[in-house]
Every structure is written in C-alpha cells, then in structure tokens.
C-alpha cells in the first residue's frame, strides 16, 4: 500500500500539469474503452453476480452490482460528460489589485491524491476515476470485494485511456482487494500521500471512515432530510414535492423521511398531504399531536425522528410554525438537505438563513441534492461537513487553489 | 472543558444569525473597552513580564510578551479595521440557474466554533477574537501561560465589547491556563464541538498540534521559502528584492531562507546579490556550485537546504534555469512562499504553473505573504495545507456555506 501511495503521489505532479485536452482525450479513449469491452466487463460482473447469489446477498445489493449493456453504456456517457465539463484547473477564482501595484489572483489547483473507497458498485470506478482525472488528481480506488472483478475489468479500460492520452497509469490505481489491511492503510494517508478520502456506501463504511481516517473525509454518514409544509403552502404543489421527496426514490441520501407540518395548517394541509402519501405507498408514521387528529396511524417514536429509513416510510410531526420547523431540524436533522414548502417570503427567508444544513429548498423537491441536478455534471459524493467541500463534491470541490501575485519589483517597506 | 465546548456550540447559533450591526457594534465597544482598560492591561503585563525576567525567557520572548502603550492601540485599531471590513455571512459567492427553472446559490456561512491556541503573543487574544467574530464563528482561545495575566486582562474587553452588543459572553472563550489537560482536550474536539483548530506560535506547538488534533487544522509548520532569479532578471531590482525578503524582518514565516541563481546568471547576477546580502548584514551558505565561483563563503550542508533560520542566515544554490528552480523547490519547499525574479514571461509562467505552494510571487518580495499585505484586513494565521483555507486565512476562510434553491413546485423525474 505504501509503494501505492508513492506512485499515487508521482502521478500526482505530471497530472497537475496535463492540459484540458490531454486529460480529455483520456476521458473519451476511456469511454470508447469501456464500450468496446464490453463482454470482457460483462462476463466479470457474471462471476461477482454469481458469487453474490451463492452467498445469498440481499436483492437490493445484487442490484446495485449487476452490470448490463445500459449500465456500461451509461458509464461510458458519463465519461463523456466529464470530458465536456469545464476544465477547473488554472481557472482564476477572484483577482484584485493592491494599492502598491500588486495583482493578486487566487487559481485553482488539483488536490493531489483522493482516496475512494466503495462498495458494491463497480461503476464507481469510472465514475469517481473520471471526475478525480479532470481535476488533475491522482485516486486510489478501494472497491468491494463483492464487485471484484467487475471493477478490475472497468479499471483496465480506464487504464487504456491514460495510456492513449500518454498519462501516468499510476493516475488511477485500484487496490487489490485481496489486501485486507488497506482500508486501514488508506484511512492513515499512506505516510502523508493521501489528502482527501470519499467513502461510497452504507453507514457502517462511513462511520468507519469518519471515525479512523487521519486525513480529511469528504462524506456524509446519513441524510435524516426533512420537508416543512407551510400554512401559507400552496396544498396541491405541496402533495406533489412531498410525495416526489420521499417516494421517487426511497434509497438516495436525498429521499425524506419526516414531514413536518405547521400547526396553523392543521385544519387544511396535514390530511390531503398524509393521504397523498398514503395512496403513494408511503406508511406514515404520526407524532402524538398528529394522532390527536387523525388517529388511524401508526405512533412515531423518538428513534424514528433520528432514522433514515432508505424505504416508504415517512415520520410526520406538527410544529409551531416555522420556527418549529427550525427548532426540529437543528436537533434531528443529519444536516443534508431540507426544504421548505410556503408562499410567506418571510417563512422563507428565515427557514433558509436560520437552518444549517449543507441544501435548502424552497417549494422544490429534496431528490434534487445531486451535483448532476446541481449542474456539476457529476458527484464523487455529498458532504454534510463544512470543511472544505459541502453539498454535492464535483470537479471544482475536488480542487485546491493558490495565489499568484504579480509585482514590478514591489518590496514591502 | 467538555463544558466550554458546549457553551461555544451554543454561542455559535446566535453568533451566526448575528448582524453585521451588532457584530461591528461590538467589535468596536471591544476596542473602547481596551482603550479604557489601558491601565488595568498594562498591569497585568507588568506582572507576566515580572515572572518571565524571574524565568529567564529569551528576550525575543519577552519582546513578543511585552505590551506598551502603543501596541494596545494597535490592538483596539485592529479591532476598529475588523469592524470596517465586509461582513462575509450571508455573501452569495455564485448562482446560476437550471433548465428546469431552479435557482441555486452557493451562499457564506459562519464555520462554527473555532480553537486557538497560541504562545507569548498575548495580542492574538484580541485578533483572533475579532476575526473569528466576524465570520460569525464561537471560539476558544487557549494562551500561553507565560501571558496569563496579559491575555485574562485583554478577553476582559472582549467580553465587554460582546455585553455591549447583547451578544453571548461564550462566543470568545479563554481557557484558564491552569487546565493542563486543555491543549489535549481541544486538539481532540471536545466531543465534535470545535470545528476547526489554529495553531500560532514556534514549531513545536504547530507540531503537536497537526499530530495530534482530531479536527481540520489551519497551519504552516514553517516558511522555507525561496526566490529564483532568472538570467533575464533586473540585477537591480532583484537585489532590491532578495534583501528585503530576507532582511526586512528575519523571524516571520514569509522571510526567504533559499536563494535559487539561474546557471546562466552565474557571471552577471550572482556575485553582485550576494555581495548586496552581505552588505546587509546576511551571512550566506553557498552551495559547492557558487563556491567555485566565489570561494569565501560557508559552505551549505544538506540541511541547510532544509533549514528555517528565522535569522541573518540564507543558502544559496544554482540551478539549471526555471525548471531546475521549480525541481529544487518541489524537494526543500515547506509549500508557503516562493518568488520568482524575472522579465522573460515563459520563466515566470512555468514558474507560477509548476511550484506548488500556497503563494506565488513575480518581481516582488517574499515579505508580501501576509493577509493584511493581501488586502484581507487581518489574518489568523497562513496555511499550506490544501483543504479548504490555503495562504493567509482571514474572514473569509473562516466561513463555510451552503447552497440555497429556489424553485417553484420543481418535483425531480
């Protein structure tokens, strides 16, 4: 791991100083890669399919590991995209001039080594390989080693497309799996290699990552999203975010799991949107105040305030008013994503100045916290720490910056 | 301690829906407390003097421990410049819009609470107060003990200036100095209350503190930081500069301790800038290359090359042109600062591109590497680590963000 680490590192200097277009013709030689193998990258995700039946892996994680034509198709697209994105690299973020005639730029620079680390999707592979590239950084790829093979064979074509662009090969190394001491030689920074890591997966991965990597983590343990209905809610653009937000897809980090309804809205907003929720599929589980009035669901008990239930589940509370809603939030919320559903501009203002968390929404869905939505063209991952990156983690939050300050033979007096 | 963590997390949340008002209002009441309070400081110094001479400290300790009727005016000055500078919360840093009609903006907020713990300088009580109050943070300041009586006295008027402004007390903490466990403590968060850590003073405390801390530190181990003249460099100006960005002041992290000769200057340049250091007073440690040339200087060691002197002392090398400059600084450079002295805009180019330091600067002294020089108004440190703050951290790298959408009954598909 260590001899990993290093030529991470002297990957890391040649990358910094590839041009937009060397790093792009490596993006698309990796996407026709991709597309040309195909067969190879299937019959690999054949044997992990096959191994994951035999040791009886859940639906929903063999799911997540199948590869078919569309999927690797759809890797190779986003290659592509990562290609068309704008290079951030030497980008000028802010510039000024000081009185005594210097010119001060602040420019964005690569990180230098990124550290991944996954489970069972293999295309994270191409995805977080494809996103560290065009921000000039070199990664190490830690996959699962249920998807071994299948991302072995994904990594090889991203490999064919360093070599095209004459890049480093060593720019996107995985580590074997079989090597069970290198998560914890990850988490350590590879003897100062290693700047940022981004775990992919569940939250025992997470935690595990948070709690022992010694370099900075860019990462997001749950996403406990909460949508707050206004009295001054428009009802029916209400039904249709709150049902989008918890029930279009009900594993994404940015799925909601409690609704919190104003008490002034009692009367006319909580049963249309708790019956919507229910024709959706969605169990309700109701705070002692909302049983007060409709009776007929299940109690909610304070571990479902603190749960991400990844599933058609939702947990509702009436509060006072917005500054309920706040109140609520700052002591349940994983600090991911909220959302505000009103029409009062001053509900708004104060639900968007006073919660803190990395996403607020107004009268939109929670299911947009994605850097694709965002426009990003892509996310190695969300970040719910404040440090550095926040919200969606794109190329440009994959960058550092320095300054470059230009004089005429200034010294300082 | 636990305790004073969870009273800066709880001062944290006001602080940041504080005012840009109320803020300034209090920072400026701190300022005409210190004034106010000049005696009753001056007192209390006279005393950490008193035990510093009965100590024996170096007197450059005790020079930086010293108060005067002058420096507390700088103090309450600083406080009043603080109050001056552009309130970086709520700042929207970008926005754009999407297809589908969201409007996002990426938007400052305050980080949260923020620990520093410094040496001698009982000053940085006052300014790193103020920074951190102004980007909307809490902090915990933990002084030396050398300037206990100095720095109790001087958060006396902090904490006045916060009473004036109806501002928690909490929001600049001071650790008592008789909690030896303290430094451990904050290093390791205080239970995740303490977001961010930054360290000011000798080695050996920044050291401890980016081996031990559990939080995201903002810091510079050291400057060793180097100037490069080029063959096509102005003799003259670049005499100008290398003496000044060794000599001006020897002892702060911005002053060089390298300096790079192109080889094809060795004829015109190099003899007239060392015979400039000399008559300045610098000794110089000259490679076996400029020996060769110039036979009476010391001789460099290899960990002359390695070697902050923070004093009257600069090694000298030649290398083989720009690129031979940027390859000796990827292997001696702590990351800080390096200048690079030429007319030829290809050199300067490559030079900006390839050296990977927190500042770079063309044709102007290495001294200039400081947020006030910067036009940042203040600064609570210099990093070169490349999260999240990089070069000199002021305002506004004391603060985070988030994103804020507007929509208008967006559902995701």
Redesign the interface.
């Given at each position: 791991m260590q001899d990993i680490g290093a030529k991470a590192k002297a990957a890391a200097?040649p990358l910094?100083?590839a041009s937009p277009e060397q790093k792009n013709t490596a993006l698309l030689a990796m996407a026709d890669a991709l597309d040309a193998s195909k067969d190879a990258i299937l019959a690999a995700n054949a044997l992990d399919m096959q191994a994951g039946q035999e040791a009886g892996l859940a639906p929903s994680f063999l799911d997540r590991l199948l590869l078919n034509d569309d999927r690797i198709a759809a890797m190779a697209h986003g290659l592509r995209d990562v290609a068309g994105l704008k290079d951030p690299v030497?980008e000028v973020i802010t510039e000024?001039d000081?009185p005594n005639g210097?010119h001060?730029e602040r420019v964005r620079?690569p990180?230098?080594v990124i550290g991944v680390i996954y489970e069972s999707r293999p295309n994270v592979t191409a995805d977080a390989g494809a996103l560290c590239l065009k921000a000039g950084n070199a990664v190490i790829l830690r996959g699962g080693s249920d998807s071994v093979h299948s991302s072995r064979a994904i990594h090889a074509s991203m490999v064919e497309g360093l070599k095209a662009a004459g890049l480093p090969e060593t720019a996107i190394q995985l580590v074997p799996v079989t090597d069970r001491a290198a998560v914890g030689a990850l988490l350590s920074g590879l003897g100062g290699t290693v700047?940022?890591i981004v775990p992919r997966g569940g939250k025992s991965l997470v935690a595990r990552v948070q709690a022992e990597a010694r370099v900075?983590v860019f990462s997001h343990l749950e996403g406990i999203c909460h949508v707050y209905v206004d009295a001054s809610a428009?009802l029916e653009?209400a039904k249709?975010?709150v049902v989008?937000?918890k029930m279009?897809r009900t594993g994404i980090c940015g799925s909601a799991e409690t609704l919190l309804v104003d008490s002034a809205a009692l009367g006319t907003h909580l049963q249309p949107l708790l019956e919507a929720l229910t024709e959706a599929g969605c169990e309700v589980r109701a705070s002692a105040t909302v049983l007060k009035v409709l009776p007929f669901f299940k109690p909610a008990q304070e571990e479902d305030w603190r749960t991400e239930y990844l599933d058609a589940i939702i947990s509702v509370a009436i509060v006072d008013g917005v500054g309920g809603a706040i109140s609520h939030i700052?002591h349940y919320s994983s600090n991911h994503t909220e959302a505000v559903i009103a029409e009062d501009p001053a509900v708004v203002e104060r639900f968007?100045?006073?919660v803190?968390?990395?996403?607020?929404?107004?009268?939109?869905?929670t299911?947009?916290a994605d850097g694709g939505?965002?426009?990003m063209g892509g996310e190695i991952g969300i970040a719910t720490g404040?440090?550095?990156a926040?919200?969606p983690v794109g190329v440009e939050q994959l960058t550092?910056?320095?300054?470059?300050?230009?004089?005429?033979?200034?010294?300082?007096p």
């Open positions: 200097r910094a100083m030497g000024w000081r210097l001060i620079t990180l230098g700047d940022v900075p428009d653009m249709k975010i989008n937000a279009r700052a968007f100045n006073e803190d968390s990395a996403i607020v929404l107004h009268n939109a869905s299911q947009f939505e965002f426009g404040k440090m550095h926040r919200g550092s910056f320095k300054y470059r300050v230009r004089g005429t033979g200034q010294i300082r």
